[in-house]
């Protein structure tokens, strides 16, 4: 997965450039030093169920 990131306004500011792999039963670390109240979404590489849990 990656992380894109958007404005105050709702526009798309940036995206990571590459997907990291996300195992199953492990913290992964996808971004660092976001500030606080920093809009965010993840990006996925399939369109498949995905099932996990996210520390923001």
């Not at 913290?27 to 849990?53: C, E, M, N, Q, Y």
Request: aromatic letters at 12%; proline letters at 0%.
């Amino acid at each position: 997965m990656k992380v894109c990131f958007y404005k105050s306004n709702g526009k798309l500011n940036y995206c990571q450039s590459t997907f990291k792999l996300a195992k199953k039963g492990k913290w992964t670390v996808i971004a660092t030093d976001v500030k606080d109240g920093v809009k965010f979404k993840l990006s996925f590489t399939t369109s498949a169920r995905a099932v996990g849990k996210v520390a923001a």
